[in-house]
């Protein structure tokens, strides 16, 4: 399965802002790690609008060994968000302190949200 197909099944699902995706130089600058060093595939989504934390990501790791460096990485951004929000937006900074990191199998997903058990719902029902 696609990580797309998960993203697009979460944006079906769940009402989240416009949401951007990002790709190339973009991704290691955002998330600290190399995706053509750790990820088979990966879709990377971020708020559009600079007022929302919002942040949806699911990878395919390349293999096993990796999770741990693609968690850092993706701890590192919600990190990064949470500090982005913490001077404003107090319900948006809530949201960025409750964000999630999900595995199942080699697929990780960030989800950043006001509705973290919808995301992760449907995150779990590809794997049932």
């Known amino acids: 399965m696609k990580t797309?197909?998960?993203?697009?099944?979460?944006k079906e699902e769940v009402e989240l802002p416009m949401l951007l995706s990002v790709s190339g130089e973009q991704v290691k600058d955002s998330y600290y790690f190399d995706p053509s060093e750790l990820i088979a595939e990966g879709s990377y989504n971020q708020a559009m609008m600079n007022t929302k934390?919002?942040?949806?990501?699911?990878?395919?790791?390349?293999?096993d060994k990796h999770y741990d460096a693609v968690k850092e990485g993706l701890t590192k951004r919600a990190e990064d968000i949470i500090k982005t929000f913490s001077q404003y937006?107090?319900?948006q900074h809530e949201d960025a302190k409750n964000y999630q990191i999900v595995r199942q199998g080699n697929y990780v997903m960030l989800s950043i949200s006001h509705d973290q058990e919808a995301i992760k719902k449907v995150f779990d029902s590809f794997f049932k």
């Open 89 to 91: 937006l107090p319900d």
């Open 4 to 10: 797309s197909e998960i993203v697009d099944k979460i």
């Open 53 to 63: 934390a919002t942040e949806l990501v699911v990878v395919k790791l390349k293999s």
